[in-house]
């Protein structure tokens, strides 16, 4: 069965409390089960931390197994480096997903070092970013 990862960086353990204005009333538990529900045909996984080591564990651990990667790495898009290699050296491709439009933001929003390691890039969707991610996957990647 295809195996995708959905990988959320830091604070996004807090959607559907942080800033409802700006990122909804939604957590993403409840958003997970609806995509679960989405694609039957996919067997989807979720993984989220607020520690740069762990999502770079996590990145090296699915990298070279699994068939897809959503990842929003949320304030470590404008700093990490080490995040961008780590997608770099993996095989396993990868979606860049943001909730809100980060270059519609404050300027420091506006430096993306994801991006160019990723083989799309969805922003301003909301949580609806992840279901157009996977299906990108599965349209352009999975059946192509």
Do not use: C, W
């Not at 959320?8 to 939604?26: C, F």
């Amino acid at each position: 069965m295809v195996q995708i990862i959905i990988i959320n960086g830091p604070n996004l353990n807090l959607l559907g409390v942080r800033q409802p204005e700006i990122y909804g009333t939604t957590s993403f538990e409840s958003y997970f089960m609806e995509l679960e529900n989405y694609f039957p045909e996919f067997n989807l996984h979720y993984y989220q931390s607020n520690h740069e080591g762990d999502l770079l564990d996590k990145i090296h651990g699915v990298g070279y197994r699994y068939d897809g990667i959503v990842l929003n790495a949320g304030g470590f898009t404008h700093t990490s480096i080490a995040i961008a290699d780590a997608l770099r050296a993996i095989t396993t491709p990868v979606i860049e997903v943001h909730l809100t439009n980060i270059y519609a933001r404050e300027a420091f929003r506006h430096t993306n070092y994801i991006r160019e390691s990723a083989i799309h890039s969805i922003v301003g969707n909301g949580l609806e970013g992840y279901r157009q991610a996977i299906e990108y996957l599965r349209d352009h990647v999975i059946n192509k």
